[in-house]
């Protein structure tokens, strides 16, 4: 099996794990850090906005199951690409929207994308997602690695990861694992 990693930033990367790793296709999902100016950041120090980092999720995925244009379907589906450094109550440059591409062919795919969605006048308000190039990935602290699988009641997962999960039930049916 051949697989190729997507990195993905759209909020927080709690609620992106919790979707995407229940997708068809996908062999792993690593919630971490890009788009930053400092090597191995912390939560703490991405949190404050001042490393440059997006919490993202860096999937890994079989081509032949899911396609990246499909992975990014899903994508923009489930975070609101429209509003620059936010995601609901989650407010910061850590929460932006971004596509990191790995290659060529992703860069063109992701622009793509964008494009078709705009021409469609899918959302009202104009598409803020960054792409741009991936430099680095750094992992999140273990601490955050299959956060919604360990804290299904916890208030945050219940209130803002609940739903994108059970949306993407809804919409995306034919494309979960079984």
């Not at 995925?61 to 995601?87: A, C, I, K, N």
């Amino acid at each position: 099996m051949t697989t190729e990693l997507a990195t993905l930033a759209g909020g927080c990367f709690w609620c992106l794990e919790a979707v995407f790793e229940q997708l068809r296709g996908v062999t792993k999902v690593a919630s971490g850090y890009s788009g930053g100016h400092v090597p191995k950041p912390s939560y703490e120090a991405v949190c404050t906005g001042t490393t440059g980092h997006a919490e993202v999720v860096q999937v890994t995925f079989d081509p032949d199951e899911l396609s990246y244009r499909d992975l990014l379907g899903v994508f923009f589906t489930l975070h609101d690409p429209t509003t620059p450094d936010r995601q609901g109550g989650d407010v910061g440059t850590q929460y932006r929207s971004a596509i990191f591409y790995h290659d060529d062919e992703q860069r063109r795919t992701a622009e793509d994308v964008v494009k078709e969605l705009e021409a469609e006048h899918v959302f009202d308000d104009p598409i803020v997602t960054k792409i741009e190039p991936l430099k680095a990935f750094y992992p999140a602290e273990e601490y955050h690695r299959e956060y919604y699988r360990r804290n299904p009641n916890q208030p945050y997962c219940r209130a803002v990861i609940a739903p994108k999960v059970a949306k993407l039930r809804s919409k995306y049916l034919e494309k979960l694992k079984a």
